[in-house]
């Protein structure tokens, strides 16, 4: 199984909303990343997690707050958001991360947000 | 400033048809380069990647080359099919541990046509 799920598909929020955003991996990967991806733009890395750890915030607003429960589970809660922050989420996860970087990054399908 | 850049923006070839896309890179220290394919929509599916120490490296009818030197690599697809339409993205990995940082390209987007 080297797939990585996210759920939901599709999210519309309003502003003063909070929701989350969920990863889901079953490779035994031990490193898990969020990207943000605007239209027609690379990705944007926003946080890694290592062995369950944050280990890399690259200066992401408060109003985005990641949580990984276990090894498997990667949330991003999502509170406050302006129009601005519409775009598609992607999760992805490699075996190790940071000092083991060869190793390949999976991504998940994304989640398409729309902040009105 | 590490940068990635790739060319062409887009391009357009037809059906069975081979095709070259470039990626120059400054990015130090130097770690890894990876190519990954994106279609519109979806996550990017890592094609390759390579080390300093590798020239060559191939996934099907995809190949990359990769000259560590000029810091240039390229992404050859032979005989393209039309689910080859997609964007190509190049990706530079520097350091490793708290100085892990991946640079994007912006993309070649290829279509392929009938």
């Known amino acids: 199984d080297t797939e990585v799920t996210q759920t939901p598909k599709h999210l519309v929020m309003g502003m003063t909303n909070k929701k989350s955003l969920k990863c889901e991996q079953h490779m035994g990967h031990r490193a898990m990343y969020w990207y943000k991806q605007k239209a027609k733009k690379p990705p944007e890395l926003m946080f890694v997690y290592s062995y369950e750890k944050l280990s890399i915030n690259e200066s992401v607003p408060s109003r985005f707050s990641p949580e990984c429960p276990n090894s498997s589970l990667l949330n991003l809660h999502l509170h406050a958001l302006q129009p601005e922050d519409s775009a598609l989420y992607l999760c992805?996860?490699?075996?190790?991360?940071?000092?083991?970087?060869?190793?390949?990054?999976?991504f998940g399908p994304g989640t398409r947000l729309t902040v009105t | 400033k590490n940068q990635v850049e790739q060319s062409p923006q887009s391009l357009i070839i037809l059906e069975g048809k081979n095709c070259t896309l470039q990626c120059n890179y400054t990015v130090s220290p130097f770690s890894n380069l990876r190519w990954y394919k994106q279609d519109t929509g979806r996550g990017p599916v890592s094609l390759t990647i390579m080390t300093f120490s590798e020239n060559t490296k191939s996934n099907g009818r995809y190949t990359a080359t990769l000259d560590a030197d000029t810091k240039q690599s390229s992404l050859h697809i032979t005989a393209s099919q039309l689910s080859d339409s997609a964007s190509y993205i190049c990706v530079v990995s520097a350091g490793g541990g708290s100085n892990y940082k991946l640079t994007f390209g912006k993309g070649t987007l290829l279509t392929v046509n009938p």
């Open positions: 992805a996860s490699s075996q190790e991360g940071l000092a083991g970087d060869l190793y390949e990054q999976y």
